[in-house]
């Protein structure tokens, strides 16, 4: 220990010293008379030892002390802490909530102008949506300074709140609204004795139990369209930040959406007005050509009559000469009878006037007839006409007219295109399950025709070439009126042909066999 | 033949506190120390708190030390306390060394220490910087410009509990500010130094193309630095205010220096936007030219780190005499309560009732490389031994 430092004895100033500073100071004094006596020794001892131990209780209760507080600080903390994430995770969730409407109000109004196929139909789907979305209980469609269709979730008062609509009808915001330039919200939950006259629907809706109003003007292309009105019912309802977002973002969709739905409308509008015009002109090409064709028929037919006669006539007055002429007259009026007639039958089934008649048929009688008929044009020629029936038993299902005026002009053209050949008719009856098929092959051994000529063959006014008609006759509508036949019939005619080796032509018609016991015709 | 006790004491009084940490150095070494290292929370009047340690201790005794932000003793690191070690140093030769400046011209400041030390040729400088006046960085390099940039330095930048008004640094009787003080001990020393971060860089490597002075990164790769700085804490959901602790920038190499793959960077805290808008702030000097990522980490790594770094210590020097403590305030704030479980970890890896003292710092003066620099938001120690001892 350092040398005595206590200028005083520490015993003389005992009042002065607390235990600290007098233990301290005996112990610095080192070698302490007073001391020198065992017990006093003895007690000394203890007392420093008491003050040691007292010093370290207060230090460490000060310290504890201290940390408790540290701790409740930072239990404070923590809690502030808490209590702000707290706040931002409601924030958040508002926010996210309030997205989730936005985006499902935006689909709505896109599915709706999907759906409808007018701006009204589509102003009306999109109340609903646009009420849910925003809390607000009533909706209202406005067409000009019209009111249309209307959704209301919720009115304490449908008779007042009738009234009320009525006086938005005639006012002047309406009017204004439909040519504003954003979204309008009028507040009705308070509104002033001022307001009752000029004004009056404010106190009307507020009687009703509106709230308020938000008008929503659709314009578009700077055209006003539509308005719609959401009036609201629960003032507890009116969170106008959250409405804002939402009525923002359907403003300017609506817009968009219903300008979709106005072009589409508009596009339909042409495309059904052209289709309208198209059919128009062509039922009136049709009737004229029906009509034109009775017209020129009749004459024609007495042209013929009169001309028979005066053929009868001058052959027995023995006048060879201008029979000769007036045969020949007779021969063209024919040929255009021929012609008046395949047009007729053309534009019969071009306007849709030709009807099917299926009859039972005996196949045989038929194409006895049919060649019986043709047998002098194919000598004529010089050809040679083999004809193959099937044996059939039973008499088929057949519009036995329409099938003898496609093979007379099919065997007629064989026989006109080729000189000193065959002609080979082959027919057969095609069975698929319960369907059968009958098909007609006519091949001849003419002048046939190239691909090219193959591939108009069946368009109207057509022969293989122009100058075939002066060498071979014919109006060139022979195989335009077959085809259409069976097509009528719910059939196909198809050709194949090789330049200078013949031309085949197959007619395949659905049909029917029928019970033996069944009558031919 | 060295002796060291550590006391904590805590009270209303600064005086009667002063006069219980003399008793209980006292108490414990059963005779008057050589030396005391004292850190203390600003609650205390210093006057006072030096005049009762006065009171109690020999007039020979040299008291150095500062203010802090939490102290640490051989048992834990404790808020509001004044903390003493007192060290009976025999064989051991001791040097005390102040210095201020009117201009706080943290160069001159250091070449002065340097200078009152260079006849006494320390083996280990203790330095306390005053951490709102000076710099500790230029201070260094006034120092090691006159000892040799190798000369063993230890220590922290004085504190006042995150009010950053105004530390006080203690040299003997006095409490002086806008000083730096030194104890320089001389003798047969073994010197363990700890330096540990736990701090994880993150994206990759980044050069300061421009820094506007040395506490503002302007740009990074040539971009604004506060952007990339935000980029990155975007990620994280994190804004520059309150982040800056938490995502400091690591210092891979310094101009001219390799850039090596171990994680061995040196950390500057982010303290917010520069003025200009462009850059950030930084809580020690940068240099242009350096190299950097951003860095980022757990609680538990900070605790981890600090433990690890201990017991690497403790391996090189399994029986060190004391141990002094130089943790940074900022990982107090980033652990919050849990400060205090990192220095239990860290305690808890030295040898059992080794004498430790110590103060959470506005900054740690440890060695990086042989040559003592200023850290931030790191843990740093040090292990002193005596040969024969």
């Known amino acids: 220990m350092n040398p005595p430092r206590c200028d005083r004895c520490a015993f003389e100033r005992l009042d002065e010293l607390d235990d600290d500073d007098l233990v301290h100071a005996i112990v610095r004094c080192g070698a302490c008379p007073q001391l020198a006596e065992p017990r006093c020794r003895a007690l000394f001892d203890r007392l420093r030892g008491a003050t040691a131990a007292l010093r370290r209780c207060r230090n460490l209760a000060h310290k504890r002390g201290r940390e408790a507080l540290a701790l409740r600080q930072a239990a404070h903390d923590v809690e502030d802490r808490l209590a702000r994430l707290e706040a931002v995770h409601k924030i958040s969730s508002n926010e996210l909530e309030g997205m989730t409407t936005l985006m499902w109000l935006l689909s709505e109004i896109a599915a709706a102008a999907n759906a409808a196929t007018n701006a009204e139909e589509m102003i009306y789907l999109c109340l609903r949506p646009l009420c849910e979305a925003t809390g607000l209980g009533i909706g209202v469609a406005l067409f000009g300074d019209e009111l249309g269709m209307h959704y209301i979730a919720a009115a304490t008062d449908p008779g007042a709140v009738g009234d009320a609509l009525a006086a938005i009808e005639s006012s002047s915001w309406l009017s204004a609204l439909r040519f504003a330039t954003e979204p309008q919200w009028i507040d009705l939950r308070e509104v002033s004795q001022a307001d009752v006259g000029a004004t009056s629907w404010r106190r009307q809706a507020h009687d009703a139990g509106l709230c308020g109003a938000l008008g929503i003007p659709v314009v578009v292309d700077g055209e006003p369209i539509a308005s719609c009105v959401l009036l609201c019912t629960d003032a507890r309802k009116i969170d106008k930040e959250a409405i804002e977002t939402i009525v923002d973002a359907a403003w300017s969709s609506l817009a968009a959406q219903i300008s979709r739905v106005i072009s589409r409308e508009r596009a339909a509008e042409a495309t059904e007005g052209a289709r309208a015009a198209a059919e128009s002109a062509n039922r009136a090409k049709s009737d004229f050509v029906a009509n034109m064709s009775h017209e020129l028929r009749t004459p024609l037919n007495a042209i013929i009559g009169y001309g028979e006669l005066l053929v009868e006539d001058l052959e027995e007055f023995g006048l060879n000469d201008p029979r000769a002429i007036v045969e020949r007259m007779n021969g063209a009026s024919r040929h255009l009878l021929g012609l008046i007639n395949n047009i007729l039958d053309l534009s019969k089934i071009e306007a849709g006037k030709m009807s099917v008649h299926s009859e039972p048929v005996d196949l045989a009688a038929e194409f006895e007839e049919v060649l019986a008929v043709l047998e002098p044009l194919v000598e004529d020629g010089g050809n040679r006409l083999r004809c193959e029936l099937p044996a059939l038993d039973r008499p088929l299902l057949l519009d036995g007219i329409k099938l003898r005026q496609i093979l007379f002009n099919l065997i007629g053209n064989a026989a006109k295109f080729t000189r000193n050949g065959t002609i080979r008719v082959l027919t057969e009856l095609v069975l698929e399950g319960d369907a059968a098929a009958l098909r007609v092959s006519i091949e001849d051994s003419g002048i046939g025709m190239s691909e090219e000529q193959l591939a108009r063959v069946f368009e109207a006014f057509t022969q293989a070439e122009s100058d075939t008609t002066r060498r071979f006759g014919g109006t060139g509508l022979g195989l335009t009126l077959s085809r259409r036949l069976a097509e009528l019939l719910g059939g196909t005619l198809t050709a194949r042909s090789a330049l200078g080796v013949g031309s085949t032509f197959v007619v395949e018609l659905p049909t029917r066999a029928l019970e033996p016991r069944a009558r031919a015709r | ?389």
């Open chain 2, 1 to 389: 033949m060295l002796q060291a006790a550590s006391v904590s004491c805590s009270g209303d009084d600064s005086r009667a506190v002063g006069k219980d940490l003399g008793s209980e150095l006292l108490d414990s070494l059963g005779r008057d120390p050589d030396v005391v290292l004292l850190f203390a929370a600003t609650r205390y009047a210093s006057a006072d708190l030096l005049d009762g340690l006065a009171a109690r201790l020999s007039p020979r005794t040299r008291v150095v030390g500062c203010t802090s932000c939490a102290e640490i003793n051989s048992e834990e690191a404790l808020s509001d306390s004044a903390t003493a070690m007192g060290l009976c140093l025999d064989g051991v030769d001791v040097a005390v060394a102040h210095a201020r400046d009117d201009a706080d011209d943290s160069a001159a400041i250091g070449r002065r220490l340097g200078e009152d030390l260079r006849d006494f040729d320390p083996s280990l400088v203790i330095l306390f910087v005053d951490g709102t006046r000076l710099n500790s960085t230029p201070l260094l390099a006034g120092m090691q410009a006159v000892l040799g940039r190798d000369r063993p330095i230890v220590g922290g930048v004085a504190a006042d509990d995150l009010r950053f008004v105004r530390t006080e640094e203690f040299v003997d009787g006095e409490a002086l500010s806008g000083a730096a003080v030194a104890l320089a001990l001389r003798g047969p020393l073994r010197v363990e130094s700890v330096v540990a971060s736990g701090w994880q860089a993150m994206g990759r490597n980044r050069v300061i193309t421009r820094a506007a002075d040395s506490k503002t990164i302007t740009e990074l790769d040539g971009e604004p630095a506060l952007e990339v700085y935000r980029t990155y804490l975007g990620g994280f959901g994190r804004d520059i205010d309150t982040a800056g602790l938490e995502f400091p920038i690591g210092v891979l190499a310094r101009p001219g220096e390799e850039v090596l793959a171990r994680g061995d960077a040196f950390i500057r805290a982010v303290q917010g936007p520069a003025a200009d808008g462009r850059g950030v702030r930084v809580s020690g000097d940068i240099e242009e030219g350096s190299t950097v990522r951003l860095m980022r980490t757990s609680r538990e790594a900070l605790i981890d780190s600090a433990r690890a770094g201990i017991a690497d210590a403790v391996a090189a020097m399994p029986a060190p005499a004391f141990a002094l403590v130089f943790d940074c305030a900022g990982r107090k704030v980033v652990l919050g309560p849990r400060y205090k479980d990192e220095l239990a970890a860290a305690l808890s890896a030295l040898p059992p009732g080794l004498p430790t003292v110590g103060f959470f710092t506005y900054g740690e003066l440890a060695p990086r490389d042989g040559e003592t620099i200023h850290h931030d938001e790191t843990f740093t120690a040090v292990l002193v031994g005596v040969d024969g001892a």
